[in-house]
C-alpha cells in the first residue's frame, strides 16, 4: 500500500480494515443519490496540458457532497486525449494512493508504458479530490513525518494538525464522493460506457465505481488489488501483508543461488529484539518498489552497494546491523510534495472508508483505544507472523486513524462485482497489495480472470520489468 514517489510514479495502495473482535461498525449507508441536474456536469476553461501534447486539460466542477449538492463545489482537474474518435472507445487510468493525482501520467501511461492501448483508447484521467497541483490537501507535519507511506505513523501533533487543516470537509475526502465525481467526469466526457482500469488504491477505486454504477463500465482492470470489500475487517490492520512478508522473502531466497537461510526468520527475530519493527515492515515495502527480487545490491535509483535487502536483514541478525540501519535511512518515510502525493488526502480518505477495530470513523475518539487494544490482545500470532500484534496496531492506518475526528463514514459497495469482464494482474512479489488479495477480490468478480506475474513487485502496468501483465491487459482489452 506504499507508494514510493521518487521511484514508483504510479502506484500506491491504500485502505485496510481492522482484524480481530471489534465493536460494532456503524449501519451500512446505501449508494448515494447522483446529483441534481441543476448541478450537472460540464468542463471549465479547456486549454493544452502543460508539457504533454496531444492532450486537453480542463476543470470539472462538482458537488462537495453527492448527498448533498447545496453545500457548494469542488473544482478538479482532469485531462484528456485529443483523439476524440478512438476505435474502442474511453479508458479511465486511476492512479492509487489515495492521495495521488493522475493528469502528470498521462504522457507516461501512453507514451512510455501502454502505447498499445493508447491506440485504440482515448485515455482520460483525474486529479482526485484533495490531490495534485491545484487542489491538494496540505498537511505540512505530516507531509514532512510520513509523505507517502502507509505504515509508519506520523505524530499526534501532526495528526492534530491535518484534522485542523481539513476541518469540517473531513467527510468529503472518501471513496464514495470520489466514485461520484468520476461518474460526472463520465457524463461530461458524453460516454455512457467506459473501461475503467485503477493501480493500487486506484483498483480500489475501479471497483468501487463499477459496483455503484454498473450500467456505464464496459471492462474493468485491476492490478495490484485492494478488495473493494472487506467482509472479514481484516485490512487496517494490515494482517494480510504482514503475513504476506514470509512466502515473499523464501520465494526470492529460493531463487539461485538460493540464500541458504530462512529469511523471515530473521525478520521474526528482529520484529521482536529491535524497537523500531513498524518502520522495518515499512522499509520492505518501500524496498520493493527499487527491487522485486529483494536481493539486489546494487537496484537503480541507490547508491551502489546498498541493496539486498534479505542480506542486510541476515547481517543484522547475526548481531551486524549497520547495512540495515542504512538502508533503512534511505527508505525513511516523509518529504514527499504534495503536488505528487497529498498525506492529508490519504488520511482523510483512510479514516472515512476504513473499518477499523473499534468501528468507523463516526465512533467516538474516547472508545477507540480500548477496542483496539482488546483486538490486538486477541489477535492470533499466526495472523502477523514474521511480525506481531504489536507492529500490527501500530501502523500508520491505525494510529494515524485513532484520534482523527468523528466523521461520516463512507457507503459500503455491493460484496459482488457486476457481471463485466474484470481482469486482474497482481506481482507475486508484492508486499503492499499481496497476491492474497488479488485471489480474494476475484471470488467476488463473476466474470473475473487473474492473472500472477512471477518475480513482480508492486504496480503491474506502471512498473513491470518484463511484458506478462501488460500483454494480459492488451489481450483483455484490444482482443
Known sequence: MRSRLSAALVAGLTLTLAGGTATAAAAVRPPMAPAAPSAGPGFVSPHPCDGQPGFTCATLRVPLDHRDPSKGTLDLQVGMSDT?????????FLTGGPGQPG?????????????????????????????????????????????????????????????????????????????????????ALGVNKWVVDGVSYGSFTAANYAAFHPGHVDKVVLDSVLPHSDPNHEQMLYTTGQHAVARVLRDACQTAPACGYDPAQDVAYLARHREDAVLLWDALVSYEFFDPSYRDPNPAGLPAGSGDVIG????ARLGDPARLDALMKLMAPGGDPVAGFSAGLHEATICGDGVFPWGTSETPVARRPAALEYARRHLPASATWPFTSRTAAGNGFIQECLTWPVARHNAEAKLKLPPVPILLVNGDHDLSTPMEWAKEELANAPRGKLVIVKGASHSIQNRERGTQGREAVYTFLNG
Open 84 to 92: 476524440t474518435t478512438a476505435p474502442k472507445g474511453t479508458l479511465l
Open 103 to 187: 493528469v502528470p501520467y498521462l504522457t507516461r501511461m501512453t507514451q512510455q508504458r501502454l502505447p498499445e492501448l493508447a491506440k485504440n483508447y482515448r485515455f482520460v484521467m483525474i486529479d482526485q479530490r484533495g490531490t495534485g497541483r491545484f487542489g491538494a490537501i496540505d498537511c505540512p507535519k505530516m507531509q514532512a513525518e510520513v509523505g507517502s507511506s502507509d505504515i509508519a505513523p506520523a505524530s499526534q501533533d501532526a495528526v492534530a494538525e491535518c484534522a485542523s487543516v481539513v476541518g469540517d470537509r473531513r467527510s468529503y475526502y472518501t471513496t464514495e464522493q470520489t466514485v461520484g465525481d468520476l461518474d460526472m467526469f463520465r457524463s
Open 312 to 315: 542486510a536483514m541476515h547481517a
